[in-house]
């Protein structure tokens, strides 16, 4: 930490499982699949599990990308950090910015995949009408949402080891279950790999045909695989974070990758009927598909490991959110910035941050109360905002490549994760593949934000947030940012006590006859 001139004053006690269980939880496989399923079947039928692996392709070269950073740069908000490491303070501050509000909104469209799940396990969850009615699912759901909220926020301000303890527990379930919902499915197998390739007259008299149709189904995948730099987000509380971190991230990629890709596969082959309409709707999705070929018991039994999957994943979504808002409030980048940093004394942990962000997911979560877009629209616009934090990063990266300025000459010499000369290749193809997938995202379409002037909802959100902290940036932020002084680097020796790699300083001798 004394490198990067602050002191440790985060607990230090994730080790490797639970630095990967965090890469992974973000991603949650079990939530994004059977979230999005029923819009990326419902829009481009079974055709659109091609978009599963284009998905990954690209954002294995972002994580690649970052898994370099990881190894230099091992330190609280990682986005914000690795940015501030390679390009300019106004820059980095926006991608800090952007990613932080992103991650707030996340923690929203993360809790409303409840509503998805929960009533379909027991009735009693709908607690407001009928969970077939758009408009009372959209209120339910906020009501779920919340609760869960509540619980990740408390969770988070007790401290580091209770979340690490949970969030890994729940990843372990939730692997368990994925591969079981693999095996189970792949002896329900009912439908021929040739549906994969069955467009089903989808796009037919339309611009594009169905390649416009794949576009925007291909958002349901686009939804799920990101979130993988919490591994390095929470790399001041891992241990040897500069050698974990960074296989931490390609593995919650790549294991996502495998998982939910022969979840939603299988979901598909083994699909009674290909041709129910319910397989595109809120109510039934590839939930529906799970309690059909696999019977009520152990389908609900499932449901259940899902609904552990949905709280591990809002969990560590809101632990990421915390960090990025501390690493930046640290810095005095952020309005009240000490007070945003101040870790408490006995949990170890920015405890006000934790109920901050808890507070704003809460506000987000009731002020799209009666909007049935919401579950798609606000997963939307937080990706979106998330694409545009990574471009942050792997832009003036790229640069840098071009100028011969990355890695630099101790990178180079560092040991830990390089791309080598695949790096040029690699970052063009993360910067290619984020902005046109933000473009995608962002394209105002009916079906995903909504009618009218919803449809633009993505660029009115994401314009109004940037203007907003770009004002106060310019204002006054710009004139205050610095580590504020609890948080700096103390002694070189308080560094080599918590990281013996660090060399101490020199003892003085001792005097004759001491």
């Known amino acids: ?69 990881a190894g230099r740069y091992p330190v609280a908000g990682s986005v914000y950090n690795w940015s501030k490491q390679l390009a300019g303070a106004t820059t980095s501050w926006m991608a800090g910015w952007m990613m932080l509000t992103a991650s707030i909104v996340t923690i929203t469209a993360v809790v409303l995949a409840y509503q998805l799940v929960l009533p379909q396990i027991w009735s009693g969850f709908q607690i407001v009408g009928d969970a077939a009615d758009a408009n009372d699912a959209a209120v339910n759901a906020a009501i779920l949402g919340g609760l869960l909220i509540v619980f990740t926020t408390v969770i988070n301000a007790i401290g580091v080891k209770l979340m690490s303890r949970i969030n890994s527990t729940g990843v372990f379930i939730e692997l368990i279950a994925a591969v079981l919902i693999i095996v189970l499915l792949a002896f329900n197998i009912v439908n021929p790999p040739s549906v ?13 045909g169905y ?20 591994a390095s987000s929470l790399g001041e509380e891992t241990v040897d974070p500069r050698r974990t971190a960074p296989s931490a991230i390609l593995r919650a990629v790549i294991a996502s990758f495998i998982i939910g890709g022969l979840i939603l596969l299988l979901l598909i ?24 070929v696999l019977g009520g018991p152990v389908g609900i039994v499932f449901l259940v490991c899902i609904a552990i999957a949905i709280t591990v994943c809002a969990l560590a979504v809101h632990t990421a959110a915390i960090r990025l808002m501390f690493a930046m ?36 979560l009731i002020s799209n109360i009666g909007t049935p877009e919401v579950f798609t629209a606000v997963t939307s616009v937080a990706i979106i905002m998330i694409y545009i934090a990574y471009l942050l990063v792997t832009i003036p990266m790229l640069m840098r490549r071009v100028r011969g300025q990355w890695p630099d000459e101790a990178g180079r010499a560092s040991g830990y994760f390089s791309l080598g000369r695949f790096g040029i290749v690699v970052n063009v193809l993360a910067v290619v593949w984020g902005i046109a997938m933000s473009i995608n995202l962002a394209w105002p379409r009916e079906d995903v934000y909504g009618a009218g002037w919803l449809a633009w909802s993505a660029f009115i959100f994401i314009g109004v947030i940037a203007v907003a902290g770009l004002i106060w940036y310019v204002v006054r932020g710009r004139h205050q940012v610095g580590t504020l002084p609890e948080h700096m680097a103390k002694q070189l020796e308080e560094a080599h006590e918590v990281d013996p790699g660090i060399p101490a300083p020199p003892q003085p001798k001792p005097t004759e006859g001491a």
Request: aromatic share 14%; charged share 10%; net charge negative.
């Open 196 to 208: 994969l390739f069955d467009t089903q007259g989808l796009g037919e008299g339309m611009p594009g």
């Open 269 to 292: 082959l083994s699909a009674p009927d290909l041709s129910d309409p319910a397989y595109g709707e809120k109510s039934g999705g590839g939930q529906l598909i799970l309690l059909q």
């Open 329 to 364: 409030a640290r810095d005095n980048a952020l309005p009240a910035g000490a007070h945003l940093a101040k870790i408490d004394p006995v949990h170890k942990t920015p405890v006000i941050p934790s109920i901050l962000i808890g507070i704003l997911a809460l506000l987000i």
């Open 211 to 230: 390649f416009g149709v794949f576009l925007v189904a291909a958002l349901a995948s686009a939804y799920v695989m990101y979130g993988f730099d919490t």
């Open 1 to 69: 930490m004394a490198e990067f001139g602050y002191s440790q004053t985060l607990d230090r006690s994730i080790g490797k499982f639970a630095s990967f269980a965090a890469g992974v939880s973000y991603i949650s496989i079990l939530t994004g699949t059977f979230q999005l399923f029923y819009f990326g079947f419902g829009t481009g039928g079974a055709a659109y599990w091609w978009s599963w692996p284009l998905v990954f392709a690209g954002q294995f070269m972002v994580a690649l990308s970052f898994a370099e950073l």
